[in-house]
Each structure stands twice: as C-alpha cells, then as structure tokens.
C-alpha cells in the first residue's frame, strides 16, 4: 500500500492542542480524512478518524452522547456504566473509524503525516501563506470532481503512471 498523497490543513487556533487536519490517498484511489495531528506529551502523533459513541435512551430511543446523565430528548435519567475503558483504563467515547491493522502500517502513515505536517509547518511561516482546503465544503468537492478528469486523461496519453504526476507539491493550491 502506497501513501499516495497526504494533505494537512493546519490548525489557526494557537494553544490548541489539535494542531492539524489531514487526509491521505492510498495508491491514488482511495482517500481517508480527518485524521488528526496532535500535540502529545512526547510530540505531536497523529489519531485516526473517530466517531463518537453514543448510546440510545430507553424510553425515546434519542441517541445520547456515553457520558451524558439525561437523555438530550425526554430528560430520562441515563445509567452511567454504558462508559467502557481501554487497556490502560481511559474511559472509551470514541471509536476509531479507520485504522491499520498493524504496527508497521501504523508508522508509515505517521510519518508521512508527520513529514508534511513539518513542511506545512515551514511554509506557513512564509509569508503569503494560503491554508491548503481540504474538500470540507461543496464548492471544493465540485472542484475536484471536474478536475480529476483531465489529470487522469493527459497522464494515461502520456504513458505516465498516475503516481507521477500526482505528488502533494504538484497539485495546485486553491484559496477557501
Ligand atoms: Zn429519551
């Protein structure tokens, strides 16, 4: 599995500990986002996507967040043992959307975050500096969508495999 393409999108929050936002291409067809960069007590790691758990009320069946004491819907009192902890005892409200399977794969998709978080970290102490989008909102989408055909029509005439034209520095930069 190759780390085709990796985007990050800082975090202009100072202070926060989220520092940023990322995606990845896996063998240029296949994207994950919102994976995150964030600063731990031995530098910054990154987390995998997560969605938070919830847990339905009994009376309503509204879907209330773990640690909540009253259903959000009907204000039924909720039982605080649906809140399970991991290994090292921390109590489990999210639960990671995607993730390698193994170590190895664990350390190669980190590193290559961590790697363009550096350089986005470097380029955004330039000045003129344009935050990368990250596809969050329609217009991006549509953006996408109608560019990605010609890329993929001039490299395939070309004779040039898709992973040569397609590195993150080649890509152009479109304001938010
Ligand atoms: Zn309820």
């Known amino acids: 599995m190759q780390i085709s393409e990796v985007q990050i999108r800082l975090n202009g929050r100072t202070g926060d500990r989220l520092r940023a936002y990322c995606s990845i291409t896996l063998d240029n067809e ?11 007590p031995h530098g ?3 987390a995998m996507p ?3 758990l919830v847990a339905s009320c009994v009376r309503c069946g509204q879907k209330n967040h ?11 009192s909720l039982p605080e043992r649906l ?3 991991d290994a090292s005892g921390r109590e489990k409200l999210y639960a990671d959307v995607a993730h390698p399977t193994h170590t190895d794969c664990r350390k190669r998709i980190e590193q290559s975050i961590l790697r363009a978080y550096e350089e986005e ?3 955004a102490a330039k000045p003129g500096y344009v935050p990368r989008c990250m596809g969050d909102d ?4 549509d953006a996408r969508a109608s560019a990605s055909p010609v890329v993929s029509a ?3 005439s070309a004779g040039v495999t898709p992973s040569a034209g397609l590195s993150p520095a080649r890509v152009p930069r479109r304001t938010c």
Not at 30 to 40: K, N, T
Not at 66 to 76: D, I, M
Request: aromatic share 8%; hydrophobic share 35%; net charge positive.
């Open 30 to 40: 296949f994207v994950i986002r919102d994976l995150r960069v964030i600063d731990g």
């Open 44 to 46: 910054p790691f990154v």
């Open 50 to 52: 997560s969605r938070r």
């Open 66 to 76: 773990l640690r909540a004491r009253f259903c959000n819907e009907c204000g039924t």
């Open 83 to 85: 809140v399970r902890t």
């Open 121 to 123: 970290l470097r380029l």
């Open 138 to 141: 329609e217009s991006d989408a």
């Open 154 to 156: 001039d490299s395939r």
